[in-house]
């Protein structure tokens, strides 16, 4: 299955671990380079992205049990150093606004600061700078990078250690990880995927700066080390040699929902915990996380009442057409639930007023200009920052109304229809679980 998918998906390679039953799955398909033709294989290690939110948010909860962090406390009584543009947020982010996304400040800051131990600092030096707020602390979601940094940095200090090694200290090693980088030059160990980008699958740069690590620019593991990560959740905290890795109940208190999401589609989540993505796909919760590097992709997925984990891995193409083809067909056998299908432009388009959403939305790797065009709307997106270092080209994307503020794509993108909705009467273009504020 996963040959056929990367086959009409274009993707380079993949790599598929599930863990149901007591046992584990795993499957590769491709190669990890299209530049040498080294062959993809199950322990072949993968860039997981922002999968990594998820370790980082473990870190932060171990010290919550501890009592060195209450969640509700302000970062800066951790981090002094710690600030944004705006002096109220500078004071009063709390640090569970940070695992929720709900901070406010600017979240796609992916300023090289080196490739030195200090990097995570630069990047917190950076932010009193460039952390301009898109929001008030605590009034709506927006994805953040930059707070998931922040919260590194903060599991850094009261660890007196790096970000890195106390990840290698407190749950690799715990875990019986072996085949995970956390730093690029440790893929050299390792059978590393590099990624690959339209419109030919070349080879992509390899590496997003270490600045954004704690947030998921570099750490690579494979599929089955995140299964094992999934299993020690579902052991309420306890590896699979009977290491206590979380406090009982961490888990369970992970899962708790703290934020509401714009309602994009039925197959995206509708809430966030503590780190963790909170789905409901027929009937039945769902957990996890996805990531995303420079041409590579991952989907990680938990279903605790089916004691179900599956972590998938591509290195281009059309990654994530290949993602839904092996999720739904394995959510299916092992766990019995329909997965819900993406959203699509409908026959009919909604009628609607484009009056509201008219104008430029700015972010710090995009401007999306938004028209008036017939039957729906242009969005024309203007990569920024580190998106036009990479080569992005603008691009108008034709999108229809599909209802509640809701616009889709008619054309898909590397075998996606784009969602694009726009909440607070169009004071925001919410899109990738972003908030890109109003800017004309």
Excluded at 12 to 21: F, H, N, R, S, T
Excluded at 296 to 321: E, L
Aim: hydrophobic share 45%.
């Amino acid at each position: 299955m996963l040959d056929d998918a990367a086959k009409r998906h274009h993707v380079p390679g993949a790599a598929v671990a599930v863990g149901a039953g007591g046992e584990l799955f795993e499957a590769a398909t491709g190669v990890i380079n299209r530049d040498t033709g080294v062959e993809a294989t199950p322990d072949s290690v993968f860039q997981i992205g922002s999968v990594t939110k998820i370790w980082t948010s473990s870190l932060v909860m171990q010290l919550v049990d501890e009592g060195l962090v209450d969640l509700d406390a302000p970062v800066r009584t951790y981090l002094p150093e710690f600030r944004v543009v705006d002096p109220v947020a500078t004071e009063t982010v709390t640090v569970r606004q940070l695992l929720t996304h709900t901070g406010g400040f600017q979240g796609d800051l992916f300023e090289d600061t080196g490739r030195g131990d200090d990097a995570v600092a630069k990047l917190l030096t950076f932010l009193g700078t460039a952390g301009t707020q898109v929001h008030p602390p605590g009034a709506i979601h927006s994805y953040s990078n930059a707070g998931f940094v922040v919260l590194g940095a903060l599991v850094a200090r009261l660890r007196g250690d790096t970000w890195e090694s106390v990840m290698r200290q407190r749950l690799v090693e715990p875990l019986g990880v072996t085949h995970m980088a956390l730093h690029l030059d440790e893929g050299l160990f390792y059978r590393a995927a590099v990624g690959h980008l339209p419109p030919e699958n070349s080879v992509a740069r390899i590496g997003l700066p270490r600045s954004n690590a704690p947030a998921g620019s570099v750490p690579a593991a494979a599929p089955r080390e995140l299964i094992k990560l999934g299993r020690m959740f579902l052991a309420d905290g306890v590896a699979a040699d009977g290491t206590r890795v979380l406090p009982a109940g961490t888990f369970a208190a992970m899962l708790e929902p703290q934020v509401t999401l714009p309602r994009l589609s039925e197959r995206g989540p509708l809430r966030w915990g503590l780190g963790f993505e909170l789905f409901e796909w027929d009937g039945v919760p769902v957990v996890g996380h996805d990531g995303g590097t420079i041409g590579q992709t991952t989907c990680w997925r938990i279903v605790p009442s089916r004691d179900v984990v599956i972590a998938i891995n591509a290195n281009g193409g059309d990654a994530t057409p290949l993602i839904d083809d092996v999720l739904t067909a394995v959510l299916a056998e092992t766990a019995g639930i329909r997965v819900p299908a993406r959203l699509r432009p409908p026959a009919e388009p909604v009628p609607f007023d484009p009056a509201p959403y008219v104008g430029s939305y700015e972010g710090p790797v995009a401007r999306y200009d938004v028209a008036a065009a017939d039957g729906g709307l242009d969005i024309t997106t203007i990569p920024k920052g580190l998106a036009a270092e990479l080569g992005e080209k603008p691009r108008t994307a034709r999108s229809v109304a599909v209802g509640g503020d809701r616009f889709v794509a008619v054309e898909p993108e590397e075998g996606v229809h784009s969602v694009a909705m726009f909440i607070e009467g169009g004071r925001y273009l919410y899109g990738g679980v972003r908030a890109i504020a109003r800017v004309a």
